[in-house]
Nanobody, 121 residues
Framework: QVQLVESGGGLVQAGGSLRLSCAASGRFFSIHAMGWYRQAPGKQRELVATMTSGGSTNSADSVKGRFTISRDSAKNTVYLQMNSLKPEDTAVYYC???????????????WGQGTQVTVSL
């Protein structure tokens, strides 16, 4: 059973920083990509940033220059360093992984339970 366990959310003032972590556990053959999406109240879930196993990254224009995605492959963990946070960054942040579980016939997408990030004025 694959699990994505997130940590690091919380309340921060505008201009502050937070670091999110997401660790993938379970039995799997390979991780193809990991990253972060977010969903604000009344809005659709949107991409924040992702990183492939080869190190390629993709991020939303709204976070470029402020958020940095990184990974520790040995720990199957992805991080999101969020700087210069703005009130519009307030959302539930979901960890995402595209990986091949040892119990599944092909690679699939997995999601964490979400962690709340609230940025106050």
């Amino acid at each position: 059973q694959v699990q994505l366990v997130e940590s690091g959310g919380g309340l921060v003032q505008a201009g502050g920083s937070l670091r999110l972590s997401c660790a993938a556990s379970g039995r799997f053959f390979s991780i193809h990509a990991m990253g972060w999406y977010r969903q604000a109240p009344g809005k659709q879930r949107e991409l924040v940033a992702t990183m492939t196993s080869g190190g390629s990254t993709n991020s939303a224009d709204s976070v470029k220059g402020r958020f940095t995605i990184s990974r520790d492959s040995a720990k199957n963990t992805v991080y999101l360093q969020m700087n210069s946070l703005k009130p519009e960054d307030t959302a539930v942040y979901y960890c995402y992984a595209h990986l091949w579980s040892s119990t599944m016939p092909r690679p699939m997408e997995y999601w964490g339970q979400g962690t709340q990030v609230t940025v106050s004025l």
